[in-house]
Each structure stands twice: as structure tokens, then as C-alpha cells.
Nanobody
Framework: QVQLVESGGGLVQAGGSLRLSCAASGSIFSINAMRWYRQAPGKQREWVGEITSGEKANYQDSVKGRFTISRDSAKNTVYLQMNSLKPEDTAVYYC???????????????WGQGTQVTVSS
């Protein structure tokens, strides 16, 4: 099986920064896209951004210029650097990835358990 484990969440004041990490482990042959989602209280989970295996990143408009996604493929880890945080960024942040478990080529989608980010005003 494959596990995704997020870390780095916490409480920060508005204008501050946090760096989230998500490490994938288990039966991994390769990883294609790695994504970040978030879910605020009472709201649906929303896509924050993603990075391809070729390290091309795309972002939701509300975080462009403030958030940066990067990855270390050797460590099967994706990062979310969050700067200029706002109270509306408060949410549980989830990691998501498309993982190939063997050479046959089929990708499976996995989720992490989430990490809480709270931005105080």
C-alpha cells in the first residue's frame, strides 16, 4: 500500500508563512502529479495547486503569488510554501498524489490525512 503523510501545519498570524510537507511511502514505482487541496470549516474541499512529474506547477487564483509548490522526487515528497497568509487560508490541507505501484503502468490516487493550518487576524 501507499501512505501520504502531511506535516508542518500550525497556528500563524496573518502575513506569516508556513511550509507544509507531504511524504509518500510504501509500494511506489513512480509518482505522477502531486496536489494540495484544502477544506475550510463548513466548505467543500477545494484544489489549491499541483505539480507534475516534470515540475510544472499550477495554482488556484486566490493563492497565486503567495503559495509555491515544489517536490523532491528522490524523497517522494511534495512541499507547499505558504507566504503572506490570510485568515481565509485557514483550513485542513490535504496532499493527493497519483502513484504507480509497479511497472504495469496503472496509476492509483491517494490522499493524506490532512494537517490543520490556522491563520489568526
Amino acid at each position: 500500500q501507499v501512505q501520504l503523510v502531511e506535516s508542518g501545519g500550525g497556528l500563524v498570524q496573518a502575513g506569516g508563512s508556513l511550509r507544509l510537507s507531504c511524504a509518500a511511502s510504501g509500494s511506489i514505482f513512480s509518482i505522477n502529479a502531486m496536489r494540495w487541496y484544502r477544506q475550510a470549516p463548513g466548505k467543500q474541499r477545494e484544489w489549491v495547486g499541483e505539480i507534475t512529474s516534470g515540475e510544472k506547477a499550477n495554482y488556484q487564483d486566490s493563492v497565486k503569488g503567495r503559495f509555491t509548490i515544489s517536490r523532491d522526487s528522490a524523497k517522494n515528497t511534495v512541499y507547499l510554501q505558504m507566504n503572506s497568509l490570510k485568515p481565509e487560508d485557514t483550513a485542513v490541507y490535504y496532499c493527493n498524489a497519483d502513484v504507480r505501484r509497479d511497472y504495469t503502468g496503472q496509476y492509483y490516487n491517494y490522499w493524506g490525512q490532512g494537517t490543520q493550518v490556522t491563520v489568526s487576524s
